[in-house]
C-alpha cells in the first residue's frame, strides 16, 4: 500500500484527492499535491455555499503533521469564486486550512494540543517547527473554543489574582469553582475596579444574577465590584487569605522585636526562627520541634503572638455559622487586650469582614479559595514553563489553553 492510499484513508478531505507525493530535494520533507475531485464545486469562504469558478491562485503550502520523522506539506492552486450571494470574487474554502494560515487545521490543533504537555519551545524544536507557529496554532485553538464555549449555568465563582511582570503587574483570575466543574473564566488586565467589571460585562447580568457563591481575598476592588454585580450571592472571604494575613502580621512583630533585643544587647533568641513560627507544629521536623518548645518558654510579644495565631486555627473546626461567630469574637477581643499592634491590626479586619468569613461555614464548608490558590499554582506553572511571556495576549492565550477547559475543533481523524 502506497503513501496516498494511506492518507486518503486515514484523512479524508471531502471533495479533494491526494494526487501525487515527492520528495524534497533535500529529502527531509515529503510534498503532496492535492486536486478537487472531479465535478466538485467550489465553495465559498464568504457565505459556505457552492460558487462557480474565476481563475486559479498560484500554488501554496499547507503545513501538515509530520510523518515517520519527515515534514509534509499540502500543495494546492486555490481556487477564486465569483459568488452571487456576496456579490463579490472570494477565494474557495478548502476543507483542511483556515484562512490565511500556513498550517492545516489538522496540524495546528496537534501543535496545541502538545503545547499544553511541554512548553512551546519544546514542542517547536520537537516537530521541528518554530515558536512563531506553535504560537499561531494555540491561538487558533483557543480562539475557535472561547467563540464556542458555553459560560453558564455558573453556581460559584474564585476571584484572585497573580503577579506576571516585575513592576507590581497583575491578572486578575476569575475561575468556575463549581463542584463539577473547576475552570478558567476570565482574564483581566490589573487588578482594578475596571478589570473585574469586565468579567459581568462578558457573561451578562442575567448570567451574573444567578450565581450563588463568590469566593475572594479582602482586596477592595473586588469587594466594591461583588456587592455591585452579586448582591444575591453569598460572598465567602478566603480563609488562605486571612492566615497569610496573620503571618506576616506575626513575621512583623518577630522581626521588630529581633531588632530591638539586638539593640539591647539580649541573647538572640529569635535569630534564624522565622520558620519554626509560620509553619504549622505538625509539619516540623523533630529537631525544629524542641527548638520551639524551648522558645516558648520565654515571655516575649512574639512568643504571645504565635499563640494567638495558633488559637486561630480552632476557627475552621466549627462547622455552625453561630459558634464559629463566638469564638471569632472572643478572639477578637483577647487580641485587643494584648497591646500587639500588627495582631491588633488583624482583628480590626476580622470585625470589619466578620459575616464575610462565617459566610464560610454557612456555605457548610463546600467552597473555599483552596480551588482557586490550586489553579493559580497552575497559572504560575503555565508562565514558569515558558520561561515568561513578553506579552499579555500571548500569556492570555496560554491561560486560557492550560486552564480554560476549552471546545477544540473537530477532525475527522486523531492524530494525538
Known amino acids: 500500500m502506497d503513501l496516498l492510499t494511506i492518507l486518503n484513508r486515514c484523512h479524508h478531505f471531502q471533495g479533494f484527492v491526494y494526487q501525487s507525493a515527492r520528495f524534497s530535494s533535500d529529502h527531509k520533507s515529503i510534498e503532496i499535491a492535492v486536486r478537487p475531485r472531479s465535478g466538485s464545486k467550489a465553495v465559498c469562504s464568504g457565505c459556505h455555499e457552492p460558487a462557480p469558478g474565476y481563475d486559479h491562485l498560484p500554488e501554496r503550502r499547507f503545513e501538515f503533521i509530520p510523518f515517520w520523522g519527515f515534514l509534509v506539506f499540502l500543495l494546492y492552486s486555490m481556487r477564486r469564486v465569483d459568488c452571487r450571494r456576496c456579490n463579490t470574487v472570494f477565494v474557495e474554502e478548502v476543507p483542511w486550512g483556515d484562512g490565511k494560515h500556513q498550517l492545516t487545521r489538522a496540524y495546528m490543533l496537534f501543535l496545541a494540543r502538545w503545547a499544553r504537555k511541554m512548553s512551546w519551545k519544546e514542542t517547536a524544536e520537537s516537530f521541528r517547527t518554530s515558536w512563531d507557529k506553535v504560537c499561531d496554532a494555540v491561538e487558533y485553538v483557543v480562539a475557535f473554543g472561547l467563540q464556542h464555549r458555553t459560560l453558564g449555568p455558573i453556581d460559584a465563582i474564585g476571584v484572585d489574582e497573580i503577579q506576571y511582570a516585575r513592576g507590581h503587574k497583575y491578572l486578575t483570575l476569575v475561575y468556575q469553582i463549581d463542584l463539577g466543574m473547576t475552570r478558567l473564566l476570565w482574564i483581566g488586565k490589573e487588578r482594578t475596579i475596571e478589570s473585574f467589571q469586565g468579567f459581568f460585562t462578558l457573561i451578562g447580568d442575567d448570567l451574573a444574577s444567578k450565581i450563588l457563591f463568590v469566593c475572594s481575598d479582602m482586596w477592595q476592588p473586588y469587594l466594591k465590584v461583588i456587592r455591585q454585580k452579586c448582591s444575591q450571592a453569598l460572598h465567602i472571604l478566603d480563609r488562605f487569605h486571612i492566615v497569610a494575613k496573620m503571618n506576616e502580621a506575626l513575621d512583623e512583630v518577630r522581626a521588630g522585636e529581633s531588632r530591638r533585643m539586638a539593640r539591647e544587647g539580649f541573647v538572640p533568641v529569635l535569630k534564624k526562627s522565622r520558620w519554626l513560627l509560620l509553619k504549622r507544629e505538625e509539619n516540623l521536623k523533630s529537631e525544629q520541634r524542641f527548638r520551639l518548645r524551648d522558645l516558648l518558654r520565654y515571655n516575649l510579644k512574639t512568643v504571645r503572638a504565635y499563640l494567638l495565631k ?107
Open 310 to 416: 495558633e488559637a486561630f486555627q480552632q476557627l475552621w473546626d466549627y462547622n455552625s455559622p453561630a459558634w464559629a461567630g463566638k469564638f471569632l469574637d472572643q478572639w477578637c477581643r483577647q487580641v485587643m487586650r494584648s497591646r500587639i499592634e500588627p495582631m491588633k491590626k488583624i482583628a480590626r479586619s476580622m470585625r470589619q469582614h466578620r459575616e464575610l468569613i462565617l459566610n464560610y461555614f454557612r456555605a457548610q464548608k463546600l467552597f473555599s479559595s483552596g480551588v482557586v490558590e490550586g489553579l493559580n499554582n497552575k497559572a504560575k506553572v503555565t508562565m514558569r514553563k515558558s520561561y515568561g511571556f513578553r506579552t499579555f495576549r500571548v500569556l492570555e492565550l496560554a491561560l486560557y489553553h492550560s486552564l480554560g477547559k476549552l471546545p477544540e475543533p473537530e477532525t475527522t481523524h486523531d492524530f494525538f
